[in-house]
């Protein structure tokens, strides 16, 4: 990836000459919409001058081949106005149904401005479990990244008419961090009331400066991250810095900005006021370490010759190449693959519980289906979900 040679604070902590990323290098980017920017807390309505300014740059970077997704808030901010629901916190079960209410305008309203440039929106509801449970995280990257391929742009937010207080997020700051991780982006764009991390709360202290660069997020920047937040969005910067702890190790990169101009991804691609966040890794390397490293196996593999030189090629492993099951094990679980001479060849995580890949093995992708009654899913383990170990 190239860089500027803009460099970081020379007073900042953790600060050295490093060099800014160029927002145009990005290929997978996810993008945080908080609820006061996009909703009108006075009326109670969308934004949609702003709004059609950010799609507009969504809609540029769709145009050079950017694979984009949203986490957009917004749901309750909305519904309890319809609601007529005062101002000030709310119970849950109001929270919840304000998010029925509130959910409806918000997708209609981005599929409405997405579809005026070409776009397909695509709307994706989300709890804690589905990026925390295996099974579940595989179902959501799966159906992100199907959606992108398909050239629409997942909409997405917390399932809040769902979601309690014990599994939920709380905040969208780390909902998009996890959706940034679980979908391998290579950059994660917080669009905030401010536009970056300072040295102190510019509001409380003039002498406050920006940090352009956060080489990494260490105890310093932790001590410095405040908690302020409004009443229509729950993030502070401290839900930001967990966010940032969250995409770096994942080897995402993070830029907060400001989401109060039109046009902020224009913005930042101009040079504008932002603090990068930066990781040392990329997505692809440190899901794999995490594949190999990270997981317990809860199973094996064993795969004949042609499948482990097509896996050595770059390939999925497909059912056919397997030719014994051993253990019990889930969709969504870590399982080790060895060859005919019974070496490791890597890890990865299998898309059929322990009882389908015994019956699927061996098989076609026509015998599968005649099978198991409909069209499943071709790969026993997709070359994304794998992890080789050197030959």
Not at 246 to 252: D, F, L
Not at 310 to 330: H, I, N, T
Request: charged fraction near 25%; proline fraction near 4%.
């Amino acid at each position: 990836m190239t860089s500027t040679d803009s460099t970081s604070d020379p007073t900042a902590p953790n600060s050295t000459a490093t060099k800014t990323p160029v927002f145009t290098d990005f290929r997978r980017i996810v993008i945080k919409v908080g609820s006061a920017l996009l909703v009108d807390r006075d009326h109670g309505r969308v934004k949609l001058a702003w709004l059609t300014s950010l799609v507009e740059d969504i809609a540029t970077l769709h145009a050079r081949g950017c694979e984009v997704m949203v986490v957009s808030s917004g749901a309750i901010a909305l519904g309890r106005t319809v609601l007529g629901l005062p101002k000030g916190p709310l119970k849950l079960e109001d929270s919840q149904a304000a998010a029925a209410v509130g959910q409806i305008t918000l997708s209609r309203t981005w599929a409405q401005i997405l579809g005026h440039y070409g776009i397909t929106a695509g709307q994706v509801l989300l709890t804690l479990g589905d990026t925390e449970e295996r099974r579940r995280y595989l179902n959501a990257r799966s159906t992100l990244g199907r959606l992108m391929d398909l050239k629409a742009v997942p909409i997405i937010n917390e399932n809040d008419t769902v979601a309690t207080t014990e599994i939920r997020y709380g905040d969208n700051d780390r909902l998009a961090a996890r959706v940034a991780t679980m979908a391998s982006a290579d950059l994660l764009v917080l669009l905030s009331d401010i536009d970056g991390l300072y040295t102190a709360p510019p509001a409380q202290d003039p002498n406050a400066t920006l940090i352009p660069v956060v080489p990494r997020i260490g105890a310093e920047i932790e001590a410095i991250a405040g908690d302020a937040g409004s009443e229509l969005s729950r993030g502070g910067m401290r839900t930001k810095i967990e966010a940032g702890k969250i995409a770096t190790s994942a080897g995402t990169h993070m830029v907060i900005a400001s989401g109060h101009v039109k046009n902020p991804l224009k913005r930042i691609v101009e040079g504008g006021r932002c603090t990068w966040f930066l990781t040392s890794a990329n997505p692809v390397r440190a899901r794999k370490s995490w594949i190999a490293g990270a997981l317990e196996p809860r199973g094996t593999l064993h795969l004949d010759d042609g499948a482990v030189a097509a896996l050595r090629r770059g390939a999925s492993l497909l059912p056919a190449g397997v030719k014994r099951v051993e253990g019990l094990f889930d969709r969504g679980d870590a399982v080790v693959l060895r060859g005919p001479d019974g070496a490791e060849v890597g890890r990865g995580l299998v898309a059929y519980d322990s009882t389908h890949a015994a019956r699927i093995m061996g098989r076609t992708t026509p015998e599968i289906e005649a099978m198991l009654g409909g069209q499943g899913r071709s790969e026993m383990i997709h070359r994304d979900d794998m992890a080789l170990g050197v030959e």
